[in-house]
């Protein structure tokens, strides 16, 4: 696979063109082979390259917003609701914005393939004509409808304009859309996520970064709300089990970044998955330590009916704690500290379905999660400190600080207590502080 | 390519032809359907894609249908329509099967309710579009005559399908009644 074009190192064009001449030359003389001259081409790009990219991907940002203002506009434009206009004018103002769309779609396609911010900005208008032709039509003949219907009639004549005008922002919207519905209606709308997923991966194929990122971050974040919300809400048959499911969630999302982008990308924005997993694990693990959080006492409420949306997230609660369980086996050797640190918190999802079979105490998870993230957050600085990653010392001090943050106003512990553990864990720091400061300087003095 | 573009224009040809259906079937209905007249009262929210509607709330609605049937909330039925002495349109029964031709019915969704005691319905035309301007005036208008039962739609029911053709305030169409208040 070739290198992402982020992590390639920037030279001059003269630069690379010299390394050009003389890898051809290298190949000639039989000194390396064509796969290996590729290979070594394929760590460096020069700096207009990178200007050039910029350029059209902040062209392809600009005409998408651009369109997505003009969509909006005429939506908003329509609702007005120009009553005097008679139906005959309204119903050819319903497919005015449609057809002009659908044309200027057309004409990227058939006569300006290449041109990406033209596809994108055709396809977000026609994703918006879409919306304002229904909008128009329902209300010349005050067609009955709530929003759900109308969204979900929207959405199923636009989701083809992804995968046909091959545009990343409309993936986008639908993504959108489909938060929205799962919002409105606690139905198994996120299923429509899994329509969009073989797109991302053409994406990632495409090594389209800029938009597989906005894409993924958008797709993921819509996917975890729409889960947790159908499932945790008060009556919902799986009430209990929404901070497994979305603790699940969190560390199969965690798993499958570093499966897709490899343990090398540990940058947080270019690899959503994994850091979205690791933001949901660090709130689900906060949110154990407080008493009064519900223990599983049943499998589900029995007195409300399982429903396909049960079901749906039933199984995909199944399918992240299979993927977690299979990605910790076969990476088991060549996961770091952090890693572990994060992934160790697929304990608790398996405490909490243990805990319903032999009702645990609630004791177990408040003391066991307070620990983890004492210890998980003083590993991670010590990580950051020594493989020198601000993000990870940033990550273990902001989750070190939410558990002490939380701990100081938490009612459930007498004041002594928490004055004695403060001042002890206070103490241990700054006794590690000195102790590490020996060390650096005995390592200084031998070197 | 070629491929791809063949299946663009036949979503292109969807796109249109959703759209194009909704406008037929709503023509169809209104021109062949037979008209009833719903007693309602009307309140007004608001729609960030369709604009302002005024909501519906039927009299007929007010109590349940009576069915010999068992369904449960969400299911879809047919509730069969008639008249009643002053002249407004009334809910006979609540059946699971479609009617044979010559009763009219109109599809509606089951809301809550039970066999014993009859089920409510969802009325499929509960919403009138109107203009920002429009939409809060027939609601002041409607309301200070609450005490009048002269506020009525007009829909046309054809096959099971309904569509509302007007709303009426003292025999009046509301756009109507609107600029005579207006004059007053």
Redesign the interface.
């Known amino acids: 696979m070739t290198q992402h074009n982020q992590n390639k190192k920037i030279v001059t064009t003269e630069q690379l063109q010299w390394l050009k001449r003389e890898s051809n030359l290298w190949q000639e003389q039989g000194l390396v082979s064509n796969e290996a001259k590729n290979s070594i081409l394929d760590l460096y790009r020069s700096q207009e390259d990178g200007d050039e990219r910029r350029s059209a991907l902040s062209n392809i940002l600009l005409v998408s917003l651009g369109a997505l203002l003009i969509g909006g506009g005429i939506?908003l434009l329509?609702?007005?609701?120009?009553?005097n206009f008679g139906k005959g004018l309204r119903?050819f103002l319903?497919?005015l914005p449609?057809?002009l769309a659908?044309a200027l779609?057309?004409y990227g396609?058939?006569y300006q393939?290449q041109s990406r911010p033209l596809r994108e900005s055709g396809a977000v208008l026609?994703f918006f004509a879409?919306?304002?032709?229904?909008?128009?039509?329902?209300?010349?003949?005050?067609?009955?409808?709530d929003?759900e219907r109308?969204l979900v009639?929207w959405l199923l004549?636009t989701l083809?304009?992804v995968y046909?005008?091959r545009s990343a922002t409309t993936l986008m919207l639908i993504s959108a859309i489909i938060l929205w519905l799962c919002c409105l209606e606690r139905e198994p709308y996120w299923l429509l996520y899994i329509a969009l997923a073989p797109y991302l991966y053409k994406l990632h194929r495409q090594n389209s970064r800029l938009l597989l990122h906005w894409s993924l971050w958008i797709g993921l974040i819509g996917l975890t709300i729409s889960v947790v919300y159908g499932s945790s809400y008060y009556a919902s048959p799986l009430d209990h089990w929404g901070i497994y499911i979305a603790l699940a969630l969190g560390c199969a999302f965690y798993a499958l970044g570093y499966w897709w982008f490899g343990f090398d990308n540990t940058k947080f924005w270019t690899n959503a998955p994994t850091s979205l997993g690791i933001l949901i694990i660090g709130l689900i693990s906060l949110m154990f330590t407080w008493y009064g959080r519900t223990l599983p006492s049943d499998l589900w409420q029995v007195e409300s009916p399982m429903t396909l949306n049960e079901y749906a997230i039933l199984t995909i609660f199944t399918v992240s704690i299979v993927f977690t369980a299979l990605f910790i086996t076969r990476n088991w050797k060549v996961l770091s500290v952090s890693n572990w640190v994060a992934l160790s918190s697929f304990a608790f999802v398996l405490l909490g379905i243990t805990g319903f079979f032999i009702h645990q105490n609630q004791n177990v998870f408040v003391i066991a999660s307070n620990l983890y993230i004492l210890t998980g957050s003083v590993l991670l600085m010590f990580q950051g400190i020594n493989r020198n990653r601000l993000l990870l010392l940033n990550g273990g001090l902001i989750w070190f600080s939410l558990l002490v943050l939380f701990r100081f106003f938490d009612s459930d512990i007498p004041f002594v207590y928490k004055g004695v553990i403060f001042i002890v864990i206070g103490s241990a720091f700054i006794a590690t502080n000195i102790w590490f400061k020996k060390k650096q300087h005995v390592k200084g003095s031998q070197s | 390519m070629k491929y791809s573009k063949i299946w663009i224009v036949a979503l292109f040809v969807v796109q249109l032809a959703v759209p194009g259906y909704m406008i037929f079937e709503q023509q169809q209905i209104l021109s062949h359907g037979e008209v009833y007249k719903f007693k309602t009262q009307p309140i007004d929210p608001y729609d960030p894609f369709r604009g302002r509607y005024v909501t519906l709330t039927y009299n007929i609605n007010a109590n349940p249908i009576p069915t010999e049937q068992t369904f449960q909330r969400g299911d879809w039925a047919y509730a069969l329509l008639s008249v009643d002495s002053e002249g407004y349109a009334m809910f006979t029964k609540l059946v699971a099967d479609e009617p044979n031709a010559g009763q009219d019915y109109i599809t509606v969704e089951v809301s809550w309710g039970g066999q014993d005691r009859g089920h409510y319905v969802d009325v499929p035309f509960n919403r009138y579009y109107a203009s920002e301007e429009t939409a809060p005036n027939i609601e002041r208008a409607v309301w200070r005559r609450e005490t009048v039962d002269d506020v009525y739609v007009e829909v046309s029911v054809l096959d099971g399908k309904a569509t509302l053709k007007e709303l009426y305030v003292d025999g009046l169409p509301i756009k109507e009644y609107l600029e005579t208040q207006t004059k007053q």
């Open positions: 939506i329509l609702a007005h609701n120009w009553e119903t319903s497919f449609l057809v659908q779609c057309w396609v058939q393939p026609l879409v919306a304002a032709s229904i909008a128009l039509i329902s209300q010349t003949y005050h067609i009955y409808g929003l109308f009639v004549l083809p304009i046909l005008m």
